[in-house]
């Protein structure tokens, strides 16, 4: 036999799984999301350039090693014989260069479409031509050469797309299945008289409410290990040193929604009303609180304006730690302003509780 | 000693004295009904004597013990079904019967014999919100009585009940009584309260206006009443209410 706890989270957990809506809205649809900016928006602003080699063209085929990585990275090479059908291609934009050899000199034909992609174009094929001389030139007069370049990423402020987009998608999920789960309990439950029901039954409201928190927070954790799983498989999303600091960030960070949830409960008369209230406070939320795009461009009345919003703070606290590789001790202040938003908004939605919609 | 002992009990709404001054004394063993139209005040005075609400004048004691602020000594000695739909969404009727035994520590097998004694053993799989009425208000009825309670609250049990049912569930509530309980329910229908109820109180405009045998009431009003139904009409009035 079960304890009443137990039975009350058991009853909850049913209730959850069972209901398609709340699954979609909890898991599937900011999963949508995380496959949409994750996937197709990936490679928007570094498509490769498409580069078509008309006959032989030794200096590309002869590139030094490590060169030839960055090539096939920079460029999407196809082969071509006739010299006027590869440039009819670049000027209807079908390809973006042609190249040739004319004696030693090779030759590029581009476009000024794209002026980005005409930029990387030249500069890289300067870069092969250049490197391959020096090669050549070093290995003429038997000295290396006297300067060498190596590359080391770090970890930068403009993170790549999947970087960005998990912490926040993640952080609107538990938001939207916290504050949605508690508001439509409270209000639900309320309705059917559930409520009233408990308040007979031999168990505390602590053990009511705790049951309520535990099923919450474990959504949340499933939530995030399913975002982080997902990213991490599909997305190649990397998380940073101090990630686990994340863990403790969202189980705040629900009780933060889900008091906002009881808070929209309390004010509404209906369940519908109810889980309206909470996608009103949730959604524009989201947009204010970096979580579909970063706020860095906005302007700065708007970044004071989500200063004072929970999501924003969870929101960054999880980008600090999981991608940003910043130090555990990073979460700390916003796991702080995120309880102390839980604790404002519990007591608020608290006095403005009744029982019963009268 | 009494089940129930209620004295000047009042409730105010605004304007409205929902509940004005009621006094009841129920002894145990007793099968009770509370009777009344629309709005005169019997749930208000049910959840006062239930302790879900609190008086504002008025004592009531059940079964020995104050009821109010929440006393969780006597929750367990008492059974309370609200309406059909205080359940757990999207259990089936098992799962449900066998959440709310848990709440008062009774087992899962207890919880099944319920399910059988009101006939829904074959719908113990069927989610609540696929039951028809009459199998909602059995599992919620079954709901109330898994712990055993001494002291049995029905808020009109056999609404939207068919004949079958209706007559089924007469026999369910006179066999809880006959094993010792006490029963107290409200209803609209007189024939029930007739047949059931060894004692009713007929309430309207928050007050108890006759309570009595219904052999006693319809024999004190004399030749024009030939049932409940008539004694009720005639204290209550035939005005249409909320």
């Given at each position: 036999m079960r304890t009443p706890f137990a039975a009350i989270a058991v009853a909850i957990v049913r209730g959850f799984v069972r209901d398609k809506a709340s699954l979609f809205f909890a898991l599937v649809f900011p999963l949508m999301f995380l496959v949409l900016f994750?996937?197709?928006?990936?490679d928007r602003t570094q498509s490769q350039v498409d580069l078509i080699t008309v006959g032989d063209v030794p200096v590309l085929d002869e590139l030094p090693p490590g060169a030839e990585e960055a090539f096939e990275e920079t460029f999407d090479v196809s082969e071509s014989d006739d010299l006027d059908e590869a440039i009819a291609q670049v000027r209807s934009g079908d390809a973006d260069v042609a190249v040739e050899m004319q004696g030693d000199t090779l030759v590029a034909h581009y476009t000024l479409t794209d002026q980005v992609k005409a930029g990387i174009t030249q500069g890289a094929l300067r870069a092969f031509v250049d490197g391959t001389n020096v090669q050549v030139l070093a290995q003429e007069a038997g000295t290396p050469p006297p300067y060498d370049l190596q590359v080391q990423q770090v970890e930068d402020e403009s993170l790549s797309t999947i970087q960005f987009v998990t912490p926040g998608l993640l952080g609107w999920a538990v938001a939207m299945s916290a504050a949605f789960g508690a508001a439509a309990t409270l209000q639900g439950w309320r309705q059917s008289k559930l409520l009233r029901r408990l308040q007979l039954a031999p168990v505390s409201n602590r053990v009511v409410v705790g049951a309520r928190l535990v099923v919450t927070l474990g959504i949340a954790l499933t939530q995030m290990a399913v975002f982080v799983g997902l990213g991490a498989a599909a997305f190649d999303l990397r998380l940073t040193g101090a990630w686990w600091m994340a863990v403790p960030l969202v189980l705040v960070g629900t009780l933060c929604f889900m008091a906002l949830g009881l808070l929209a409960g309390a004010l509404a008369r209906t369940t519908e009303g109810a889980v309206n209230a909470a996608n009103f406070m949730v959604l524009p939320m989201a947009f204010l609180s970096g979580s579909f795009f970063p706020l860095d461009a906005a302007p700065t009345w708007l970044q004071r304006i989500s200063d004072l919003l929970p999501l924003k703070h969870l929101n960054e606290g999880m980008l600090d730690v999981m991608?940003?590789?910043?130090?555990?001790?990073?979460?700390l202040l916003p796991m702080a302003v995120l309880a102390g938003f839980a604790v404002a908004i519990t007591l608020l939605a608290a006095k403005l509780f009744r029982w019963e919609t009268v | 000693m009494a089940a129930i002992l209620a004295e000047g009990l009042t409730k105010v709404y605004g304007d409205l004295r929902a509940v004005d001054g009621v006094s009841l004394e129920v002894p145990e063993g007793e099968f009770v009904g509370v009777l009344g139209p629309n709005g005169a005040g019997k749930t208000t005075l049910l959840e006062m004597i239930e302790g879900l609400r609190r008086p504002d004048g008025g004592t009531v004691e059940v079964l020995g013990e104050p009821v109010w602020p929440r006393n969780p000594r006597l929750l367990p000695r008492i059974g309370v079904q609200l309406q059909a739909s205080a359940f757990f969404e999207r259990l089936t009727a098992r799962e449900q019967i066998h959440t709310f035994a848990a709440l008062y520590g009774v087992g899962p097998a207890r919880a099944d014999e319920w399910l059988e004694r009101v006939g829904l053993v074959e719908k113990a799989a069927t989610r609540v919100e696929d039951l028809s009425g009459g199998q909602a208000q059995r599992l919620s009825i079954a709901c109330a009585l898994v712990h055993d309670p001494e002291l049995v609250f029905l808020d009109e049990p056999t609404a939207a009940l068919d004949p079958q049912a209706r007559r089924n569930l007469w026999d369910l509530l006179r066999g809880i009584h006959e094993a010792g309980r006490t029963v107290v329910l409200t209803t609209h229908y007189m024939d029930e309260a007739e047949v059931l109820c060894q004692r009713v109180a007929v309430m309207d405009a928050g007050q108890i206006l006759r309570v009595g045998t219904p052999a006693d009431l319809i024999r004190d009003l004399g030749a024009p009443a030939r049932n409940l139904e008539d004694v009720f009409l005639h204290l209550t009035g035939r005005e249409y209410r909320a």
């Open positions: 994750g996937g197709l928006f990936a991608v940003r590789g910043e130090a555990w001790s990073a979460a | -």
